[in-house]
């Protein structure tokens, strides 16, 4: 049979512009192209800029992906200064990054990839009462009732004799890889909607703490500008603390008794999907939520591992690991940027050089990041391995039940499903640690510390530093040079520039492009299949690249939903 290929341009229910390339034959995928079709000149406008704001542009890298550039940015310049943080600062970032993560998993699982695997127009044939039977058997939500179940399916019911379906109005509905029953559908097209309004009480803990949300403006070099008087109505206090934990146990209820059973009830009808979609096996996190002053103990491991061998995985104790950090390199090869060097960010160089796509040169406006000259997937996948190899209970616990449950391995991890499983196992890690957080937070307070920022102020001479955050994507980081209280080289290696990009200087694809080859197409037409597998990254292009650029050439146009 012929090889065809087909090009989805753009990518949607992601944030930013994503091509992708697949050669189908045989009805499998048997090549594949990565390419971001945006360029992001942050990197540009960031020199000359004083290095104490540079938290402030950063974040602006994405309207999606905020806090977390906010985070790693601050905390590149306090390593580049060894500034030591106050633990009420660390508890209170861990609660934001905490809640973003609990947020951002929310919209992801219902809102940017559910409809890859739940066919709406089926859940107007649903028995309402039979929905409410298969949700109460997956957990005792008190939501799930035959009332709650009629009433989205009347509102759907209203939707089609319209002749349109609201929200939901383009799908590949009765795509032939989708098997639900109209039951399931209707359970999840319901959850949904609820999802809408718990990724809001999650949005609600960050803006009150954070001051703003998204684009928090509470951080401050050497902590946060969040003040603390428990007897003061314009301040952190015991009333506002205590609205915060009730928002976050609302949210922890939902993802762990209504997206978790969701997630464990979709992956069970699809467990083919574990079969699909691995890639590179090779993955890395770093340690997450510090728990003292200098950042040297965390609640949640890291870890690097090679080809999915738990067994010689490498422990990343320190957000400082001297490997880690003296091994990343971005190769601009097969990248719109000038010349074909590999460089260490510290030394990375942003010249923009469009010329158009070519699959055999250059074809995106994403760097090709590797470790140790090696490409390497980020993500919730890393970091639950990373937590299992190093033997934390609570992600123990998680996956071997999960595991047990759907009747697979650890290895089945490494997938399109997979990655859509762990991402679940950490949105309830996630909730967890939020209320641990904050519950930390005010015991520290009762303890009588109430300080909240060392203050610090950026001296002369020159400066290198890097911030680390184990992101809702992936491990993130920022790297800051700066001299003379002027920044002089900036560089962001996210986590969708290392699951997105492209062929390297070695022509070796990245995790996105390497994950596609065998996937199954049924309808080349009608590429769902490619689309469950990139949905599972929960790509984020906007924080890979930024800016418009030329558009190019199209082999076949899709019409992605």
């Known amino acids: 049979m012929a090889t065809r290929t087909i090009t989805l341009d753009p990518v949607t229910r992601i944030e930013g512009h994503l091509r992708i390339n697949a050669e189908v034959k045989d009805g499998r995928v048997s090549d594949a192209w990565s390419s971001a079709q945006m360029w992001r000149g942050l990197e540009i406008i960031l020199r000359g800029k004083a290095p104490e704001d540079a938290w402030v542009f950063a974040q602006r890298i994405c309207g999606v992906c905020t806090s977390v550039h906010a985070i790693a940015s601050i905390r590149a310049v306090e390593n580049a200064l060894k500034v030591q943080i106050p633990l009420n600062a660390q508890f209170i970032r861990n609660i934001i990054m905490a809640q973003h993560s609990v947020q951002d998993h929310i919209v992801h699982f219902y809102h940017l990839s559910a409809l890859d695997w739940v066919d709406v127009p089926s859940a107007l044939q649903a028995d309402p009462k039979k929905t409410a039977q298969l949700a109460q058997g997956l957990s005792d939500w008190p939501g799930n009732s035959p009332t709650e179940f009629k009433a989205v399916q009347d509102k759907l019911k209203a939707f089609a004799a319209s002749g349109k379906l609201g929200i939901f109005s383009s799908g590949y509905w009765g795509h032939p890889a989708m098997r639900l029953p109209p039951e399931a559908n209707l359970m999840a097209v319901t959850h949904y909607l609820n999802a809408l309004d718990y990724q809001r009480k999650a949005a609600q803990v960050i803006a009150i703490v954070g001051g703003k949300n998204p684009h928090i403006q509470n951080l401050t070099v050497g902590g946060v500008a969040s003040a603390i008087n428990i007897d003061n109505q314009a301040t952190l206090n015991v009333e506002r603390l205590t609205y915060m934990r009730t928002l976050m146990q609302e949210t922890r209820d939902f993802v762990q008794q209504v997206y978790y059973p969701d997630l464990l009830a979709i992956a069970g009808a699809y467990k083919d999907w574990f079969g699909y979609g691995a890639g590179v096996k090779n993955t890395f996190a770093v340690p997450e939520f510090p728990e003292d002053s200098g950042g040297t103990r965390f609640t949640l491991p890291g870890g690097l591992i090679h080809e999915g061998d738990l067994q010689t ?67 919730p996948l890393a970091q639950i391995l990373a937590g299992y190899a190093a033997g934390n209970t609570r992600v123990r616990t998680m996956v071997d039940a999960a595991c047990s449950k759907l009747g697979i391995g650890l290895n089945d991890l490494h997938s399109t499903m997979g990655r859509q499983l762990t991402r679940g196992i950490r949105a309830c890690i996630m909730a967890d640690i939020s209320i641990e957080q904050i519950d930390k937070l005010l015991a520290n307070i009762a303890s009588g510390d109430q300080t909240y920022a060392n203050p610090v102020e950026i001296p002369n001479g020159e400066f290198k530093g890097v911030g680390f955050h184990e992101a809702p994507r992936g491990s993130l980081s920022h790297w800051i040079v700066f001299k003379d209280k002027k920044i002089e080289n900036y560089q962001a290696v996210v986590p969708s520039t290392w699951n997105a990009s492209p062929r390297d200087d070695k022509g070796v694809p990245g995790p996105y492009e390497a994950s596609l080859v065998g996937n199954p197409v049924a309808d080349p037409e009608k590429p769902l299949e490619v689309l469950r597998t990139i949905h599972s990254f929960d790509p984020c292009i906007a924080c890979a690249v930024h800016t418009i650029d030329p558009e190019g050439r199209e082999i076949t146009r899709i019409k992605v939903v």
């Open 313 to 379: 995985a490498r422990p990343i104790t320190t957000q400082a690991d001297e490997f880690l950090v003296g091994n990343i390199h971005e190769s601009v090869a097969r990248s719109w940027y000038d010349g074909n060097a590999s460089l260490h960010p510290w030394q990375g160089e942003t010249q923009a050089k469009y010329t158009d796509f070519k699959p055999d040169g250059k074809y995106s406006w994403c760097k090709a990041p590797r470790l140790d000259g090696k490409p390497f997937q980020v993500g």
